[in-house]
């Protein structure tokens, strides 16, 4: 199920198989990862590789926790630290292959743990360049995800340079468009 026989999603599907053994085990937090994804010129090659690489074994973990009744206390959350822009990097005369970083519009994957299940939140542009349906700034999205595990922002602060201050820096609000 996690396609361990292989070559292209062995690895990755190994690191889900033990994520969930490890949540199984009563582990809190585990985080897995699939580098390579920072690239900016042949995209589609290199990324349709990543894709195929993650896209089973990613879809097996969320199953088996289901199959497992561990999805509903379980929050999966599948991303990057931002998107890419939808152009060539063409701009003021200079010109490179690929597409930048664009910390406008991105796409997440999120499961379980008081998610709304089959819900897609948000929408860009026609050209994927900015967000324009259901806009958040990312401290919100911080916020959100410590609701879900539980966590009131307001109560996690430290005092740092004469004032108190919060994990998601100015407080945000929760994204109720997420929640089940």
Known sequence: ???????????????CLMARR????????????SGGWDSHDYLERG????????????????KDLKARGMLDETLV?????FGR???????GGVYSLGR???IDAMTMLLAGGGVKPGSMVGGTDELGARAVDCVH???????????????????LTYFHGGRYKQMSQFGGKVIDEILA
């Open 47 to 62: 990324h349709t590789a990543r894709i195929r690489s993650v896209d089973k074994p990613m879809a097996a973990l969320i």
């Open 85 to 91: 822009t939808p152009d060539n990097n063409k701009r």
């Open 77 to 81: 959350i599948w991303t990057g630290e």
């Open 22 to 33: 490890l949540v199984e085990q009563g582990v809190r937090f585990v985080q897995i990862f």
């Open 100 to 102: 930048g970083h664009n």
């Open 1 to 15: 199920m996690y396609g361990l026989n292989d070559k292209e999603t062995a690895s990755f599907g190994r690191q």
């Open 137 to 155: 700034p990312i401290r919100d999205l911080h916020v959100t995800l410590l609701h879900l595990l539980g966590l009131d922002d307001n109560k």
